[in-house]
């Protein structure tokens, strides 16, 4: 019931809807400041007659207190109370501020988009943390950043709307209506935590797990866990897993993981660098190159994890700052994007491949390389993120 007016954010509730609601659950709603004040409205329903019209209420001027009046074809002249008269809204940020005091994490809510979408804090699940996000419409998720931030970067999360459109939100281990998340109990709103983790994928022995968990990742293949060290090529894995059989273009990757648009990455941008800083990004280059060669000589991972990281910084950058350079420049670029993201993928792999021989051969029978980058399982895997 609160849900449709949370979903559309320009319907007032009226005197009479208020009236209609039970009791308790209305003074809640008040006394919480769920809904405030608004403007009055200029039009009522008649209840003089069993006609179901609405007419235009009229102001009779007079000495003393205001009285209003709608005209009835069958009753004539009828008076409304001014309480009759009355609208409230929902404020979908108190809204949020209650939920997530029901969820109870610190230093929650967190607005990504002004009145229309939060994050309430997390939810301890078996073996991590969820995020709990909240959308006033499902809508508000497709059209913000956070569609376009990567999950091994917001993490295993789950969103609740009002109502669930036509499919789950992509990107979220589950998708929850509001009325399912929430309940009224009679006095209070209630979380009911079981329906949530009711609605995670369920984790078994078999359960194949690829999570990002703050400066590292776990990963649980076959029955076997390990963790490994958060790096760029892991960050692109994440992506490429959540999207199978899907090819992503390595500069939507790079992209992606930056969070800026593709677009800016291809030098659409219309920004030139100057040629004196672009030597210099030039030479650096070259000599983070080198350093790379000697880093994978010895072997040292700590090195060629560092250098590779300078590198995807360096070409973001010269993706960003070029932009009317030509097609050739821009072929340039994108040649180096190409080149550096499947080199940390491909590294990844290995790494990977130490930790569990059949998660890494799966990996190489299943991954494609190039301008495009895709997941193409030989086997349906069911990734829990
Ligand atoms: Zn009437």
């Known amino acids: 019931m609160l849900s449709a007016w949370i979903e559309r954010d320009r319907i007032c509730l009226t005197a009479d809807d208020l009236d209609r609601l039970d009791g308790a659950f209305r003074d809640f709603l008040l006394e919480e400041r769920l809904i405030v004040r608004a403007e009055n409205a200029d039009h009522v329903s008649c209840d003089a007659c069993h006609a179901h019209h609405v007419e235009q209420v009229r102001r009779l ?78 809508k508000a998720v497709e059209r913000s950043t956070l569609g ?44 009911q935590e079981d329906r949530l983790r009711a609605a995670l ?88 190159m080198c350093e790379l060669e000697d880093a994978r000589a010895c072997d040292d991972m700590g090195r060629i994890e560092a250098c590779q990281e300078e590198l995807d910084k360096l070409a973001r950058e010269l993706a960003k700052a070029t932009g009317l350079g030509g097609r050739d420049r821009e072929k340039r670029d994108a040649d180096k994007v190409r080149k550096s ?5 491909k590294r990844a792999v290995q790494n990977i491949s130490k930790q569990n021989k059949e998660l890494g051969r799966h990996f190489e029978a299943s991954l494609t390389y190039g301008s495009e980058l895709c997941y193409s399982p030989e086997r349906e895997v069911d990734w829990c993120f």
């Open 148 to 191: 376009r931030v990567t999950v091994a970067k917001r993490g295993r999360s789950i969103l609740i709307v009002p109502r669930i459109a036509e499919s789950p939100q992509e990107g979220f281990v589950a998708t929850v209506a509001l009325g399912e998340a929430f309940r009224w109990d009679g006095t209070t709103l209630v979380l």
């Open 201 to 288: 994928p369920v984790e078994g022995g078999e359960g194949a797990v690829f999570r990002r968990e703050g400066e590292t990742y776990r990963i649980s293949y076959a029955g076997h866990s390990f963790t490994l060290r958060q790096s760029v090529g892991l960050d692109y894995l994440a992506e490429l897993l959540c999207r199978p059989r899907q090819p992503m273009p390595a500069v939507t990757l790079l992209a992606t993981r930056a969070g800026v648009e593709a677009g800016a990455m291809k030098g659409s941008s219309g920004k030139v660098l100057d040629s004196q800083a672009r030597r210099e990004y030039e030479a650096r280059g070259r000599e983070l």
């Open 341 to 345: 993201v499947s080199a940390a993928v």
């Open 61 to 138: 001027p007079g000495t003393g207190t205001a009285r209003l009046r709608i005209y009835c074809p069958h009753a004539g002249w009828t008076e409304v109370p001014p309480r009759r008269l009355q609208q409230w809204r929902v404020d979908r940020s108190m809204v949020a501020g209650m939920l997530s005091r029901l969820i109870g994490t610190a230093n929650a809510p967190e607005t990504v988009v002004a009145r229309s979408l939060w994050w309430l804090g997390t939810l301890e699940s078996g073996g991590g943390n969820c995020n709990v996000y909240f959308a006033a419409q499902q």
